[in-house]
Each structure stands twice: as C-alpha cells, then as structure tokens.
C-alpha cells in the first residue's frame, strides 16, 4: 500500500481494546468537526462528525467528543477491530474553510 | 453506487507535458474540491468550486488550473508539470460547502519525472 505520511502519531492497539484517537483544531470560530479514515491504498472515508453546538455524537463502535473550551477533538472506537487499522484525520470547517489534521496512524494488534 | 470517480488512477509524465486528471461526481454534489497528499504535510487544498462555473484558489494552486463546466465534472489541469507536483491527489465533493462531510475519490498517483 501507499504511505501516506511519515512521522506520523501512532497509536497502537490491542484487537478487542478501545482506541481514543486525540485533535486538537486551530480555528474557535469553526463550528463543523468531521473524522475521516483512510485506509493504505485508498481515499479518506467519511466516519462521523459533529457540529459546534453538541459536545458528543455516537454511531456505530464510533463515538465523537468536541470540547471547545481548548480547542479538542477526540474520536473513541470501541471494541478496536485489525480492520480498523488506519490513518484517521479530524478536520474543522469554518465559514470558508476546511482544514485536516495531520493524521494518527492506529495499529491494531491481534 | 454513489462515488467520486477519479482518472487514471496512476500516471507518470515528464517535465512540461500537459495533462489532465478527470473527477465525476454521480451525487448531484454542488461543491467540488482537489487536494495534493505529501508525506508529512498532509492534505492541502489546490482548487475548490461552489458551483457550476464558481471555481476558487486553495491553499497550493500554483501550477495546477480547474474547470467547472457541469455539476459532475471537476477535472485538474497541469498545463506544464514539474517534478514538484509529483503527489497523491484527491478529489472530493459535497452536497453543499460545510453541509456535509466529503466523499473523496480512490486518488490518482502522480510521478513527474
């Protein structure tokens, strides 16, 4: 597969724990907060987002926390799954607008 | 299937022969956007388009040029490309500009020699 950054923050895992993957955005006037996985190979995935006037959002396995007071974005997965092994960026859309994160590689040990 | 269509999905040129990568878009998406994916520097935005014949700067657009002649077709021009503009490139859409998330294409591989 392709790399898709070096240095990147690496997270790794054990297959079955939970992941909390951290971010933290640059723009207080940003009000729409998104999390996109990209897997080696392949163009980033929608995964979930969050708009400013709510702090959490689940979906499936998927959790979104935004606290605004500093600026942090957080992304847990439950039950971390080999599938789940990837690159993940948060990005923050303000008025005109989108910025990503640099990205944290999740490792997933089986 | 609803998905952004990026061609061709590799290609390698040389210095100064001008190509074009396509982007389709089969979601009725109003908002079109290319990115550039270099190790360590992330996604940077190159061209963005609001609309049909509403195309705008990003943030790396030098070298690159757009057109938004219908609502599918977003394709990125390199009238003369340069080994700088060897990278991963994304295209993506949205319905609307911060409405949603992005759906991005597969990439396209791009090696200027």
């Known amino acids: 597969g392709e790399s898709v950054g070096l240095h990147l923050p690496t997270l790794s895992v054990q297959e079955g724990d939970n992941s909390i993957i951290n971010c933290a955005y640059s723009?207080?006037?940003?009000?729409?907060f998104i999390w996109y996985k990209q897997e080696s190979g392949k163009g980033p995935q929608f995964i979930i987002d969050?708009?400013?006037?709510?702090d959490k959002r689940q979906g499936q396995r998927v959790t979104v926390l935004l606290n605004k007071t500093v600026k942090h974005l957080s992304l847990q997965i439950a039950a971390t799954q080999p599938g789940d092994s990837a690159v993940y960026f948060c990005?923050?859309?303000?008025?005109?607008?989108?910025?990503f994160g640099p990205g944290t590689s999740l490792s997933v040990i089986p | 299937e609803a998905q952004v269509t990026q061609n061709p999905r590799y290609l390698i040129t040389v210095t100064g022969k001008k190509l074009t990568v396509t982007c389709s878009q089969n979601?009725?998406?109003?908002?079109m956007s290319w990115y550039r994916q270099d190790p360590g520097l992330g996604l940077r935005q190159i061209y963005y388009?609001?609309?049909?014949?509403?195309?705008d700067k990003g943030d790396v657009p030098e070298g690159y040029k757009v057109s938004r002649k219908e609502k599918r077709n977003f394709p990125l021009i390199l009238e003369s490309p340069s080994p700088n503009q060897t990278s991963l490139y994304f295209c993506?859409?949205?319905?609307?500009?911060?409405?949603?998330?992005?759906?991005f294409g597969s990439g396209t591989r791009l090696t200027v020699v």
């Open positions: 979601m009725n998406h109003e908002y």
């Open positions: 990005a923050e859309t303000s008025y005109d607008k989108v910025i």
């Open positions: 969050i708009r400013s006037n709510m």
């Open positions: 993506a859409s949205s319905l609307n500009f911060g409405a949603t998330g992005y759906t």
């Open positions: 723009n207080s006037a940003s009000d729409y």
């Open positions: 388009s609001m609309n049909v014949e509403v195309t």
